[in-house]
């Protein structure tokens, strides 16, 4: 039976006007497009899926299911919308809310497969199948993997659409990137420079007074401009934080000592002890000093602590770890991540149940974990060497722009709770990462050698990175965070969201943020006509999906109720309300089983909720309120991030395509609430209490006039409305969904 026989082939035309455009962003325009192509759901059986219009742009494939008029017959709707019922449960409307919005940058390989001889193919850049391979299979960088199939569509329109995307998804110059295009396009409608700057973006000495002053550190370390225009080193930012007592002229000779010009610079302070975290490349061999530094820099440091006897600053090179904490070499990151990708991707519904019995083998065979478990290990080490030996610590690897960035923000992300806030992590990245040089193209392949595959993805030629090779180091540091966030959700003041969008921005390639190698290249491509991600997330994403998506309700919450009388209402509380660990989730014998696994937590023995686990306090003078979290880096509680590697394997989930994180989150969220109206009504009472006291003092002045009356205002999560805006939120998030929302009439 040939491939357009399986479906009915008549009366296309109303599908046609029924066609949907996508929403376009500045610059962007439609390339090419097919209005018959079915979108396949790879866990039904073969055939099953909708019908829509399929749209290439200079940024993204776009596929449209028809928005369906009342006069629509019920064979029409049958045909359009048969699809299986997991993506019925996604569904927002009668059509299903099917629209899929993928970067074109972050397509990873496409597969063309033939349903009559049962074959299939890699398709090399710039080749299109021939007519006998209906079926178009991406799998993108995202773990996502999408079909479709082009049996009703005519033959040229299938080849525009696979030219098109062989041309943007492999740019051949940074300059083709549709960051650029959308730069253009949004200067005729908006210019960022004159609404000032929404972020800090450490380029500006006062934003670098700014932090010197929170860090209370003022005295002890200065701005250094020696690396102004690039003069010393071509990969560390123009302004550095380093010694008082050095001066530049010191410092340019001193550059000499390390690879690449990357002279150590200061990332944090201590305001009691005066320990500081310092950063650089692997120091040469140049000194007879045991540490590997310059005597004067090992000075410098030693003198910037408070106290006068203080012993000298540990070097902590990364390379030369040995034993149970050795990191891995930038290759065999790269190699244990394809792997764990590779056991990730689900290309069928068959495919997954095959390699059920495996799959935790595979997991665990990938060595993923076992890099995270290190990772935290090491940067634990730190932390307490910082906090209880008091010394300072100079952090390196053989550039000082890999695993070196990994550790001292992890460091920071421990010792520092300002770091563990939204706008902290932002900082963060921006100081440590995006400033510091991170080469995220090299790393994370914006660009592909066409003559090699998506396995050896390249830049242009950087001389100043001295390893070439693609590897995940910035995903490996979310996840380490994402370990993080689930050892210690009242600690950290975002969600899990703000972690998937971060991964899906970089493969955006539409922010200026993660495009580059260096600061260095930032000024060659003129950075600063480029947006933002930081400022596009300021600025463009709406209030209430920023609340929603963004901000973790529980964070302090242990602060401002008591933790004994939480504990024992919790922890008598029923199954269904409390907040149990994610380690249930993981511990399962395969990846099938992990929805049975919710029935175990339920029958699991009552305990503490971990949510209200207690942080290590270091009370000082000067900050009483400074917190320290020590996360447990054993084997049983670093867990695989399967909202991001399962992100799109709806057998998986549990709630309406996501985890069961989802109705977690829901629960949270009613208890919270519940917990704010009780606080305002404690405030209410209070303000009518004063008013029987104090009768004189009534009138338009009155305190109790200020406090509004108090009603129990609940979300009302039962009412259809809210679970499906909070679904639309939660389910399969994605920042392009973020960008193009699906829902219409929502409060955002």
Not at 95 to 102: A, K
Not at 440 to 468: A, S
Not at 486 to 501: K, N, R, V
Request: proline letters at 4%; one cysteine or more.
């Amino acid at each position: 039976m040939s491939a357009n026989a399986r479906r009915p082939v008549a009366s296309l035309d109303w599908r046609e006007k029924q066609a949907k455009k996508p929403k376009l962003l500045n610059g962007e325009t439609i390339i090419a497009e097919a209005l018959t192509v079915l979108k396949m759901n790879n866990m039904a059986k073969r055939g099953s899926g909708i019908m829509g219009g399929l749209y290439v742009t200079n940024f993204k494939l776009a596929f449209m299911p028809p928005k369906l008029e009342s006069n629509v017959s019920t064979s029409q709707r049958v045909l359009l919308s048969s699809c299986h019922r997991l993506d019925d449960l996604l569904a927002d409307d009668e059509t299903g809310s099917h629209s899929e919005y993928i970067p074109l940058t972050s397509i990873w390989y496409i597969t063309a497969i033939s349903t009559v001889k049962q074959v299939s193919k890699r398709l090399k850049p710039g080749k299109v199948p021939s007519k006998k391979y209906d079926i178009i299979e991406l799998s993108c960088k995202d773990l996502r993997v999408i079909r479709f199939d082009f049996s009703l569509c005519r033959e040229k329109d299938r080849a525009s659409i696979l030219n098109a995307i062989h041309v943007y998804m492999s740019p051949t110059s940074i300059q083709k990137l549709f960051a650029f295009d959308h730069a253009r396009g949004s200067q005729n409608t908006s210019n960022a420079s004159s609404q000032g700057r929404a972020f800090h973006t450490f380029r500006h000495e006062k934003d670098l007074e700014l932090e010197l002053a929170r860090l209370k550190a003022q005295e002890k370390w200065r701005i250094s401009h020696v690396n102004e225009k690039f003069s010393v080193s071509k990969t560390l930012p123009e302004l550095n934080l380093v010694p008082s007592s050095l001066l530049d002229q010191d410092l340019e000779s001193i550059s000499n000592f390390y690879e690449g010009g990357r002279f150590p610079t200061m990332v944090w302070h201590s305001r009691e002890s005066g320990a500081s975290l310092l950063c650089s490349s692997r120091p040469s061999d140049k000194d007879e000093d045991n540490s590997g530094h310059p005597r004067r820099v090992i000075d410098a440091v030693k003198k910037a602590c408070f106290s006068d006897d203080a012993e000298d600053p540990i070097s902590f090179e990364l390379s030369s770890v040995t034993g149970s904490s050795k990191l891995p070499t930038l290759q065999k990151l790269q190699a244990s991540y394809l792997d764990l990708c590779d056991t990730c991707f689900c290309h069928s519904n068959k495919d997954f149940w095959t390699t059920d019995s495996s799959w935790l083998g595979k997991v665990d065979g990938s060595r993923w974990l076992e890099h995270v478990q290190k990772t935290l290990t090491i940067a634990s080490e730190i932390a307490n060497t910082l906090l209880i030996n008091k010394r300072s610590v100079i952090v390196h690897d053989l550039t000082g722009r890999d695993f070196a960035l990994v550790i001292i923000s992890l460091v920071q992300l421990f010792v520092d709770p300002y770091y563990r806030t939204l706008i902290g992590l932002q900082t963060l990245i921006q100081k440590d990462w995006v400033v510091k040089g991170h080469p995220f193209c090299q790393r994370l392949g914006v660009f592909q050698d066409t003559d090699k595959g998506p396995k050896n993805w390249v830049f242009y030629k950087d001389e100043h990175i001295l390893d070439t090779d693609q590897s995940p180091v910035f995903i490996l540091f979310l996840d380490c965070v994402h370990q993080l966030l689930t050892q210690f959700p009242s600690q950290f003041g975002f969600t899990e969201q703000f972690l998937l969008l971060l991964i899906d921005s970089v493969h955006m390639c539409l922010f200026e943020t993660f495009l580059f190698n260096s600061e260095h290249e930032r000024k060659r491509f003129v950075y600063d006509s480029l947006e933002s991600l930081w400022d596009f997330i300021a600025t463009e994403v709406p209030p209430l999906k920023f609340k929603d998506l963004f901000l973790n309700r529980l964070y302090n919450i242990d602060k401002r109720i008591n933790m004994d009388e939480s504990s024992r209402i919790l922890s008598d509380a029923s199954p269904d309300l409390r907040f149990r660990s994610k380690n249930d989730l993981v511990t399962s014998s395969s990846k099938g089983s992990l929805a049975s696994s919710h029935k175990k937590v339920q029958k699991s023995k009552k305990k503490k909720p971990d949510w209200l686990s207690v942080s290590v306090h270091y009370q000082s003078a000067s900050d009483p309120n400074v917190s320290v979290i020590n996360p447990d880096s054993s084997c049983i509680h670093v867990n695989l991030w399967h909202k991001y590697f399962l992100r799109w394997t709806p057998t998986v989930d549990l709630t309406k395509g996501s985890s069961w994180d989802f109705s977690q989150q829901l629960q949270q969220i009613e208890l919270l609430e519940e917990l704010k109206y009780l606080e305002d009504r404690h405030e209410h009472l209070k303000g009518k209490l004063y008013e029987l006291e104090h009768p004189e003092n009534q009138g338009s002045d009155s305190w109790s006039t200020t406090v509004p009356g108090v009603r129990r205002s609940r979300r009302g999560f039962p009412n259809k409305y809210s679970n499906e805006y909070m679904n639309e939120l939660l389910s399969h998030f994605t920042f392009c969904k973020l960008i193009h929302p699906e829902v219409e009439n929502t409060p955002c």
